[in-house]
């Protein structure tokens, strides 16, 4: 199956810093939405990107589009304890009936106060 | 509305037990799936529906059965669980199978463990 390079795998940072995190994928795609799941919960959708380029945001998230269609970026600024969890990116395959998602493996983010 | 329902939210087996992982949605969604989530390996979609009478096998289907009766529910069968079943579930639905424009909605998941 297709598959989503996401990275980095986990990371530390100090309450206050700025996150970047990134999915690519060999395979193009017409849709790149990005996940957060809370300990213990489902994952709730963050952002929608539907266009190569778009540059969404979504209070202290913004995500982009890659204009190669190949990758995603999330970034979150000022981070703050309740930004603790798994980031996931998730990806469509553009094509008739291709509604399948293909999910990244996450980033997990842990906020040091 | 309350979104995506899954119940239980805990479930110990032994193995070659059998059981049924509910999922319901009351946002009129043609798209059902399930996804196990194991450490380090994301969500691998199971089995997954695109409308009542219609499933299909998704990455990882083998040891689990679903069917489709209704629009709203969309249940998960372990016919004889086995210990590498062990993982959390979720099911997760959508509105629309043929466009783009129709993100998942996630339920908060089963925690199954088989001894």
């Known amino acids: 199956g297709q598959q989503l390079n996401q990275s980095p795998q986990s990371m530390f940072i100090q309450e206050g810093e700025d996150v970047s995190m990134n999915c690519t994928s060999s395979?193009?795609?017409?849709?790149w939405l990005w996940y957060k799941q809370d300990p213990g919960e489902g994952p709730v959708l963050l952002i929608a990107l539907y266009k190569a380029g778009e540059l969404t945001s979504n209070g202290r998230l913004t995500a982009q589009f890659g204009t190669t269609r190949k990758d995603s970026f999330l970034n979150i600024s000022a981070s703050i304890p309740s930004d603790v969890g798994i980031y996931f990116c998730a990806g469509r395959i553009s094509g008739a009936g291709s509604y399948q998602l293909t999910f990244g493996k996450g980033t997990k983010l842990s906020v040091i106060p | 509305n309350a979104g995506v329902t899954q119940t239980p939210k805990f479930q110990v087996l032994k193995t070659g037990q059998s059981m049924t992982l509910q999922c319901a949605q009351d946002m009129n969604h043609e798209y059902m799936s399930w996804y196990r989530q194991d450490p380090g390996m994301g969500l691998r979609l199971i089995h997954y529906s695109v409308g009542a009478g219609i499933t299909d096998q998704g990455e990882v289907p083998n040891g689990y059965n679903v069917s489709r009766s209704t629009t709203e529910d969309f249940p998960l069968r372990l016919l004889s669980a086995a210990p590498s079943q062990t993982s959390v579930y979720f099911c997760a639905s959508s509105y629309s199978t043929g466009t783009a424009y129709s993100p998942l909605h996630f339920g908060n998941g089963t925690r199954l463990t088989v001894t």
């Open positions: 395979s193009i795609f017409n849709t």
